[in-house]
């Protein structure tokens, strides 16, 4: 009995402290996890509530937004760099024409963009801009008032009187023209081009 009782002390003293180290670490082990959970659960949570109400904003402003046909349309970072230089020897004409994968424009009435000129590079405040059908129809409309900043332009299919057939539209040009540039060398940016209702 005796050395049953001096087993039990021995027993009790160190394999005491060790089941008590154990249940203590076993108790930091699950106030670390759960914190953890805890916080996972909530990022999880604020995602998902940001993701949530993105899409509703996105979904509520599509149907607020006009029918659109899209050409065109990156964003501010990347838009159409036109580029030219029409100073002596290079006299003439730049244009950039962009073959469409042919677009039924007929239950449109507006050509859209957006464009502004490079404050650094200089840029010419008139373009012309051109579109052609498939029947080889086309017409030209003087894009006017192109200013440093980003601007909305808005160009009546009624402008465009020699097309008469708006059902397979194939080609759209921006054109520089030496007579009709305010500057012969520069640099216009152009976005978000469009057929609109």
Same mark, same amino acid.
């Given at each position: 009995?005796?050395? !049953? ?21 076993? /108790?930091? /082990? ?13 990022? @999880?949570?604020?995602?998902?509530? +940001? ?21 065109? @349309? ?6 159409? /760099? ?13 244009? +950039? ?5 042919? %677009? ?11 464009? !502004? ?8 405040? %008139?373009? /012309? %801009? ?38 397979? @539209? ?10 009709? %540039? ?10 978000? @081009? !469009?057929?609109?209702?």
């Amino acid at each position: 009995m005796r050395n !049953r009782e001096i087993y039990d002390r021995i027993a009790d003293t160190y394999l005491g402290k060790v089941s008590h180290k154990k249940s203590g670490n076993g /108790k930091n /082990k699950k106030k670390k996890w759960i914190i953890i959970t805890t916080v996972i659960n909530v990022i @999880i949570l604020v995602t998902v509530f +940001f993701l949530a109400r993105a899409a509703l904003l996105h979904y509520k402003e599509g149907l607020d937004r006009e029918t659109s046909a899209a050409i065109y @349309i990156l964003s501010e970072r990347y838009p159409l /760099k036109l580029s030219y230089n029409l100073a002596p020897p290079y006299l003439g004409i730049k244009d +950039f024409t962009f073959s469409l994968p042919l %677009v039924d424009a007929s239950k449109f009435s507006f050509l859209k963009l957006r464009a !502004r000129g490079d404050g650094k590079a200089g840029f010419t405040a %008139v373009l /012309k %801009v051109e579109i052609r059908n498939q029947r080889n129809e086309k017409d030209l409309y003087y894009l006017k008032g192109i200013s440093s900043k980003w601007q909305d332009f808005s160009i009546g299919f009624s402008e465009f009187k020699n097309i008469t057939d708006w059902s397979n @539209i194939g080609e759209l040009s921006f054109v520089f023209e030496d007579w009709n %540039v305010s500057e012969k060398e520069g640099i216009l940016y152009i976005d978000n @081009i !469009r057929f609109s209702e």
